[in-house]
């Protein structure tokens, strides 16, 4: 292919992603944009080996690939990395201070952005393969694919101190995705890293996760132990916890770069009712049928009832409610031990020594989880 004719497939490309609403779009070829993903496997492999990766075992598994674009499609000659922004239209941080309610992250509040992002590059995706011939594989978060460094290399921003991809024109609330193609295309100037000395996002996580500018420890981050964590949240997390039953957005909103970022254009993403800062008591009533029923087509539903529960019981644990209290006391023979755990956190949080040492007395000696029934002992 000639180089006006690549050049015309490219301009006609980004004129597709416009009509189909994706807020970016850029390109880097696999053989010269695989520097900064080979930069990124190192820090992958410092990370892997400090154990940061906690029970995410599938990061493991794939190293190698996620180092090497290549190992997953060696024909592949280009990556397309497209940016779906889900900017929010206020400061998420302010809910923290709403103790009565919980905090969801701002990605999940709306539809499940693999299903949105997915739908518009696969009609991307086909629409190039029809102009130009060449093969197309789609990827969104569904493959060992690093697309933030991808999208470094292609130029749509940087990887921050964070180590979030942080964009001038989007700041830090971008989904990405990523088609590689066996096209040759010309590709776009990577962006240089802009965070300079500024570190907000280092000094605003409230567990200390990040154990070096650009380097994460997930085992102690919230957003991690929110969602990914499968087990009990030890308890030096707790509290800083707050209220967030969902992720975390601290390290996000803060930075500087969000004040060009206009709010998210795409409608699916905007915050179902009460799905921004949902009321405790609701979440604590949950069973399975009505998470399933509540939480439909958002991320929260994959993370499932248990969890959201146990991270809902930290948050009452940290209201200081005391009305929560019934609810609570309910929860306390619930099925699963990680909500059994975290439903005597709290009560011992809650209630005065009296009430606590009553429901101790009718519980304890049902319990058979021995981790379970420790919470009765320590410093909640």
Same mark, same amino acid.
């Given at each position: 292919m000639s180089d006006a004719a690549s050049s015309d497939l490219k301009s006609r490309l980004k004129q597709a992603a416009a009509e189909l609403s994706i807020d970016a779009l850029a390109i880097t070829r696999i053989g010269s944009g695989t520097a900064a993903v080979t930069a990124a496997g190192l820090r992958l492999k410092t990370f892997l080996e400090h154990g940061r990766h906690g029970d995410m075992a599938w990061m493991a598994a794939n190293a190698d690939k996620r180092a090497n674009p290549s190992a997953l499609w060696p024909q592949a000659r280009s990556a397309i990395v497209v940016g779906q922004?889900?900017?929010?239209?206020?400061?998420?941080?302010?809910?923290?201070?709403d103790t009565h309610n919980a905090v969801v992250s701002v990605y999940a509040q709306g539809r499940d952005y693999h299903d949105v992002l997915k739908a518009k590059i696969r009609t991307l995706a086909e629409q190039f393969a029809r102009d130009s011939g060449a093969d197309v594989k789609i990827f969104i978060d569904t493959a060992p694919l690093m697309e933030k460094p991808l999208a470094a290399a292609a130029g749509l921003g940087w990887q921050g101190k964070h180590t979030n991809l942080v964009s001038r024109s989007h700041g830090s609330w971008l989904f990405l995705g990523v088609i590689l193609t066996t096209a040759d295309l010309p590709e776009d100037e990577p962006e240089a890293d802009h965070c300079g000395s500024c570190s907000r996002c280092l000094d605003v996580c409230p567990t200390a996760a990040f154990p070096a500018p650009y380097q994460l420890d997930a085992r102690r981050c919230l957003a991690y132990l929110s969602i990914e964590h499968k087990g009990h949240i030890a308890r030096e997390f707790r509290r800083p916890m707050a209220n967030r039953v969902f992720g975390c957005d601290d390290c996000l909103a803060v930075c500087p770069w969000n004040k060009f970022a206009d709010a998210a254009r795409e409608m699916q993403f905007l915050a179902r009712g009460g799905s921004r800062t949902p009321p405790i008591s609701e979440l604590l009533a949950l069973d399975d049928a009505t998470f399933r029923q509540r939480f439909a087509g958002t991320p929260v539903k994959r993370t499932g009832r248990d969890r959201v529960v146990r991270n809902a019981l930290i948050a009452a644990g940290?209201?200081?409610?005391?009305? @929560? @209290?019934?609810?609570?006391?309910?929860l306390l023979t619930d099925p699963s031990s990680l909500v059994r755990a975290m439903a005597i956190w709290a009560v011992r949080r809650l209630a005065d020594d009296t009430a606590a040492h009553r429901l101790q007395a009718a519980t304890a000696p049902l319990e058979t989880d021995a981790t379970v029934a420790a919470e009765w002992s320590g410093t909640p």
């Open positions: 922004s889900y900017a929010p239209d206020h400061d998420p941080m302010l809910a923290l201070a940290n209201s200081g409610n005391t009305a @929560l @209290l019934p609810q609570i006391e309910g």
